[in-house]
């Protein structure tokens, strides 16, 4: 096995290049936090990009199946209109999802498993098996 070797700046060639090439559409440098600068860029940053405004309002007493509508929803607003990649999508999806009791958790997971008759609903069980939310 052959190991590859790095320069101690690739990360900041990777930076360069995701902002040149608009792989990130959209960042606010105040959403930046342990900010360090080379050669007056920033070359590695933390962002937190989850605001309050993004999560939704999720009830113990709704219909699971209106909860999993909801989360769909969100998931595919988060992505198209507000532009968030999948990592993003992956982040707020967990956060909504964290606040739901574990007994409702279980029920939505199993009505998941048992209603794969809408592509929605495949994909979403899917989304979240996928990143480990579940």
Known sequence: MSMI???DFDHVNLIEKVI???YMTYFNYDEF???LEFENSISSANWNIIQ???LINITDSENIENI???LIDHLIKLHDEFGYGFA???QIIEQNIQYINQPLLNNIL???IKNQISSKYIFFH???YFNGII
């Open 20 to 22: 040149e090439n608009n």
């Open 110 to 112: 199993d009505w998941l």
């Open 88 to 90: 993003g999508v992956k």
């Open 52 to 54: 309050n405004n993004l």
């Open 33 to 35: 936090t342990n900010k």
């Open 5 to 7: 070797q790095t320069n």
């Open 126 to 128: 899917g989304f979240l």
């Open 68 to 70: 999993i509508d909801k």
